[in-house]
């Protein structure tokens, strides 16, 4: 105990406080500027440009990201692999906090954000793919709040809430299964309207199953890197299960993600034969597709498999953040870089810096949250008043 | 009713009914657009490039005034799209047959038969009307704008500059002037005719029938007849559309049906995980608890053979202290003998 409270004093004014600190301010400042001003005093958002990074990037990439709350529960739990255990609860505290920024990105950047819950309460717009992503983040972010409240009830010592909570464990799952393959697959399915506006060589009508199986990859990426990052600057926290278990996480994640990589570069390539766009691959456009399935898709699914068999936890590490810098990438390309590519360059889009400030600060916020609560609640270690309970 | 029409319309009924009534695609029928809807021929031959229809738009849509007045044909040097403060604008084109005269063509919303900003609308902002007009209601709008995102033409537009009431802006084939029975302000200010307003079943005989009179001023294509399933605005050109900045590569299919498949995938998905991941949780269950079974028989086992070799132990313990005792007994009675007859013989 008393180790710990030195170590939470010695931090409080470090190069990273000092750092997001500055971060915050900055994002509040061009918070006020962005509500107070509208979209075009902060953002490069224009009318061939409806969407930039804050839906590029905010929402389908940290979608995608957020995604290892699914996948881990649904591996401890409905696949019964016990020895991740020690990896749910970082995951879905992840997940919980992805989607909770998503929410909070997508109120900067829809015109006008009290109106949100209006495709639920005033008119449902069903024939759009976007009510059906509204709709499942909706109630995802409420299934991930529930799944994390065991955490935060039995830090607050309410035992008879917690084991209720503890009870739905294996229905919530289910339900996040449920809902994450219906929005992680919408998101790809929203660019099936613009065929003449997407690369051919991205669009593709098996763009929501693409989504759909690269999310399980940035779901198990991002576990093995968020946990090889709370291990660096969390073990104090961690208790003896976690620090066993951590090796057979990144091991057993190491080897899933390699395994699906491969798969999603078999159904990209089935993809790209299907609508016979191969001879699209020796133009500008197209060294940047090589780019992404090579760099991206395939090394990383060589390396993972590599690191898996000669046990190199280190490579193995590195390959899930290149892995999860891969998923930014795609999801950027199909939103920004592919779409509007018959625009000249004039009517392309790049972000304006308090657009991109406003990503960061977000990030940043995330961050904070995670260090607040992994601090204080019981997430890289077992309760132990609840150590034989599950 | 035949029986085939009864399960068709049962199958779009249900169809329609887990992905909304306004999406035609439901049906197994291509949708045509409703009998009867308004149009606009516009032939392209025709237009001189004047600005009217700009300002007459600007009029009875009550838009800002522009930098650069109406009758300034200067503008018409540079490329322009609409934009918040113009629903229509013309554009000036070079022209490849015969380079003196250049082209000029309008362009505003196009008033898709199956418009795609409707069906990508998450709180229904958008409607197709009986009459034509695709209308927008800013009552109800986000500002999420997926249908600036999904128009093919590139046609919506936004007021970024608006911080608390951004409105999507576009033309709105003047409803409020059609339903008096007014033209639409462009129609009615052309001075050339190059704009027509009419039933869109008959602007396209018109059209046909253009083109078949004189086959050489034009190209033998009614544009909107069929892109994107067709559109209430219709042009007539002399040259290719694509030389006039016109995407010749639309397709025929109507926007909703590239999103029909993805939204039919939702009740698949809905109802077989559950099954599934029941199941797998089922068998992962039943996989442990046959382990645990198997775990608590070798217990069992184990401490049975325990048992018995404990028994087995005692047993031979038990023997041995019989037989212990016995040869302790027969020594005992054996030397109580040998002293008895030692004592006789001392005796
Ligand atoms: S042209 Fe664009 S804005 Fe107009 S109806 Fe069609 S999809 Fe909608
Ligand atoms: S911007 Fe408004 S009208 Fe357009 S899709 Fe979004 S909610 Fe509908």
Redesign the interface.
């Known amino acids: 105990m008393s180790s710990e409270t030195i170590e939470s004093r010695k931090t409080y004014l470090n190069a990273f406080n000092i750092c997001a600190g500055m971060i915050v301010l900055i994002g509040l400042f061009v918070t006020f500027l962005r509500?107070?001003?509208?979209?075009?005093?902060v953002?490069n958002?224009?009318?061939?440009n409806?969407?930039g990074i804050w839906i590029g990037f905010d929402l389908l990439a940290g979608v995608a990201l957020a995604a290892g709350g699914y996948v881990t529960s649904?591996a401890v739990?409905?696949?019964?692999m016990k020895k991740y255990h020690s990896a749910v609860r970082p995951a879905v505290l992840t997940g919980f906090l992805g989607y909770s920024l998503v929410v909070i990105a997508l109120s900067y950047?829809?015109?006008?954000?009290w109106?949100?819950p209006?495709?639920f309460i005033?008119?449902?717009?069903?024939?759009?793919?976007?009510?059906?992503v509204?709709a499942c983040v909706a109630l995802y972010l409420t299934v991930l709040f529930l799944e994390f409240s065991p955490a935060a009830l039995e830090w607050l010592g309410l035992k008879k809430a917690r084991s209720l909570a503890v009870k739905l464990t294996?229905v919530l799952?289910?339900f996040g299964?449920?809902l994450s393959?219906?929005h992680q697959?919408?998101l790809g399915?929203?660019f099936?309207?613009?065929?003449?506006?997407l690369h051919p060589l991205w669009y593709s009508?098996y763009l929501?199953i693409f989504f759909f199986v690269s999310s399980i990859i940035a779901g198990l990426s991002m576990v093995i890197f968020e946990s090889s990052l709370s291990h660096k600057h969390f073990a104090y926290k961690m208790d003896e299960t976690h620090l066993k278990e951590k090796d057979d996480i990144t091991l057993g994640f190491g080897k899933a993600a390699s395994l699906v990589l491969a798969g999603y570069f078999t159904i990209k390539v089935i993809g790209v034969s299907v609508a016979n766009n191969w001879s699209l691959i020796a133009t500008p456009y197209g060294l940047w597709f090589l780019v992404e399935m090579l760099g991206f898709v395939a090394l990383p699914c060589f390396l993972y498999a590599i690191g898996v068999r000669e046990k190199k936890v280190t490579l193995i590490r590195w390959t899930a953040l290149w892995t999860v810098i891969g998923i930014v990438v795609n999801r950027l390309n199909i939103s920004l870089v592919a779409f509007n590519w018959h625009l000249p360059s004039s009517e392309r889009y790049f972000p304006h810096w308090m657009e991109i400030v406003i990503s960061v600060f977000l990030l940043t916020v995330g961050i904070i949250a995670f260090r607040f609560i992994v601090t204080k609640m019981p997430i890289l270690y077992e309760h132990p008043e609840y150590k034989d309970e599950h | 009713m035949s029986r085939r029409k009864f399960l068709g319309l049962a199958g779009a009924a249900g169809a329609s009914a887990l992905i909304g009534s306004s999406a035609h695609s439901a049906s197994n029928k291509h949708f045509e657009g409703y009998p009867n809807s308004f149009g606009v021929l516009h032939d392209i031959t025709l237009c001189v490039g004047c600005r009217s229809c700009e300002a007459a738009c600007n009029r009875v849509n009550e838009l800002p005034q522009p930098d650069v007045s109406f009758s300034d044909v200067s503008v018409l040097e540079q490329k322009r799209r609409t934009s918040s403060d113009a629903f229509t604008v013309v554009n000036k084109h070079a022209n490849l047959k015969n380079s003196k005269v250049p082209i000029f063509n309008k362009i505003q919303c196009n008033h898709c038969l199956e418009p795609a900003c409707a069906s990508v609308c998450f709180v229904k902002a958008f409607k197709k009307t009986e009459q034509g007009p695709v209308l927008y209601d800013p009552s109800v709008c986000v500002g999420c704008r997926y249908c600036m995102v999904a128009c093919p033409f590139d046609i919506p537009t936004y007021e970024y500059d608006k911080a608390f009431t951004p409105r999507v802006r576009k033309c709105t084939l003047c409803y409020p002037r059609i339903i008096e029975g007014l033209l639409p302000g462009c129609v009615e200010s052309c001075p050339t005719g190059a704009l027509k307003f009419g039933k869109r079943d008959d602007l396209i005989k018109i059209a046909r029938d253009r083109i078949s009179k004189k086959p050489e001023k034009y190209i033998e294509h009614i544009y909107g007849e069929h892109e994107m399933g067709g559109t209430s605005w219709l042009y007539l050109s002399g040259v290719p559309f694509k030389q006039l900045g016109m995407r010749e590569d639309l397709g025929i299919k109507p926007a909703p049906e590239y999103t029909a498949g993805a939204l039919s995938g939702v009740p698949i998905v809905v109802g077989l995980w559950p099954v599934l991941l029941t199941g797998i949780y089922a068998m992962t269950k039943r996989k442990e608890k046959v382990a645990d079974l198997e775990k608590k028989e070798c217990v069992k086992e184990a401490i049975e053979k325990e048992k018995a070799d404990a028994n087995a132990k005692l047993a031979k313990a038990m023997e041995k202290a019989e037989t212990d005792k016995k040869t302790a007994i027969d020594k005992a009675v054996k030397k109580a003998l040998e002293e008895a007859s030692k004592a006789k013989v001392e005796g």
Request: proline share 10%.
């Open positions: 509500f107070t001003g509208g979209l075009a005093k953002t958002l224009s009318n061939y409806p969407w649904a739990y409905i696949f019964g950047d829809v015109g006008r954000p109106r949100l209006y495709p005033i008119q449902q717009g069903t024939t759009s793919l976007l009510f059906e509204a294996m799952t289910i299964v449920i393959t219906l697959s919408s399915a929203l099936l309207i613009v065929p003449s506006k009508p929501p």
